[in-house]
């Protein structure tokens, strides 16, 4: 019975096959799917959701939210492209447009970590504050003419788009923060059982500080890669990209609950929205049913999570079962077998 629920977990691999039949079916469907200039685009496309997904990734699985990310985003860029029409330097509106995602993302974490206001809300409130602030920095209107601004979303380095890059270089780091370091293993342990992280000894409350911090930097580094890619400083970019960036590591297999999630399903899950979107788009799908499409994807993974959690629980609950029964059953041959021991089971040393 072990054997077979161990082979129950064993498809942690299969959102790289579902991955594989999406894009074999998106290239069926249409024959520009797989053409290099598409392909391009939707790597430019993926680099976005992937960077927000990261963030969104570590929130969840220490058991918080962010449904700010998309507001945030779009207040960060449009300052990253400000700070660039006055600097004329790349790095300086970088900087601008990571620091205004950190900032936000502080507030989230005073709030959330130390005032121990549900995450959910917080961030609700933060998302119609970043959009109020952006809308009314610029006025509601785009900015324009971005000059060299546009080759950090445009770019490419010979013939690999430099979003690709920055996201290679964001998930090594991801991955290694999440597999390799202490404060990765905190994460898991916050999200898993907070009170149990306490006891032993983490820091709960900084590492929610962290996590929020860290997803700020994520969020602010994708707002200064989305407008360079659409080369405009747009107030109103980035409206539901907060449910993207949470859909991707659901579907790669983040539980909603905390404490499960790896970095690999959440790239997986973001490639995953990513071609689901372009070919949606390629084979005519209008806005309005692509939104029906992602709800119902968003509402199928959180579904299949709780199910498989059940699904697990129960197979626990067989396990802890099974070995009750034969520890009763090697007690009752030890008290046969062995002379002494009293009739309570204790054994005695002679």
């Not at 445009?154 to 090594?172: D, E, H, N, R, Y």
């Not at 989305?226 to 449910?243: I, K, T």
């Not at 119902?296 to 070995?323: C, F, M, N, P």
């Amino acid at each position: 019975m072990l054997s077979r629920i161990k082979g129950l977990d064993n498809g942690r691999y299969s959102i790289f096959l579902i991955l594989a039949a999406v894009v074999i079916v998106a290239s069926l469907l249409s024959p520009n799917f797989l053409t290099p200039g598409n392909a391009t685009n939707v790597l430019r496309q993926v680099a976005v959701i992937t960077i927000l997904a990261y963030g969104a990734m570590m929130l969840i699985i220490s058991g918080m939210i962010d449904l700010s990310a998309g507001a945030v985003m779009a207040l960060a860029g449009v300052a990253s492209v400000m700070a660039f029409k006055s600097s004329q330097s790349l790095v300086v509106a970088v900087i601008v447009g990571v620091l205004v995602g950190m900032a936000c993302n502080l507030v989230n974490a005073f709030l959330v970590a130390t005032l121990k206001t549900p995450a959910f809300i917080v961030t609700l409130g933060m998302m119609m504050v970043a959009r109020g602030a952006v809308l009314e920095l610029t006025d509601g209107q785009n900015i324009l003419q971005l000059g060299d601004f546009v080759k950090l979303g445009q770019g490419s380095l010979g013939w690999l788009p430099l979003p690709t890059l920055f996201l290679a270089v964001i998930t090594l780091i991801v991955w290694y923060v999440m597999t390799q370091t202490r404060y990765g293993r905190s994460l898991y342990a916050v999200g898993g059982n907070g009170e149990a992280a306490r006891a032993a000894g983490i820091a709960v409350e900084r590492v929610k500080y962290q996590a929020f911090l860290f997803n700020g930097a994520l969020v602010g580094f994708a707002g200064v890669i989305f407008m360079a890619r659409v080369n405009a400083g747009l107030p109103n970019a980035g409206v539901g990209y907060e449910l993207q960036a949470i859909t991707a590591p659901i579907i790669g297999g983040t539980s909603f609950s905390g404490g499960v999630g790896t970095t690999a399903g959440t790239l997986a899950g973001a490639l995953i929205v990513g071609v689901l979107g372009n070919i949606m788009n390629l084979t005519g799908v209008g806005s309005y049913i692509q939104q029906i499409v992602m709800g119902v994807i968003i509402a199928a993974a959180v579904a299949y999570d709780v199910w498989s959690k059940q699904r697990r629980g129960r197979g626990r609950t067989i396990i802890l079962h099974e070995r009750g029964t034969d520890g009763r059953a090697d007690k009752e041959s030890d008290a046969v077998d062995d002379p002494v021991t009293d009739n309570s089971g204790a054994r005695h040393q002679t």
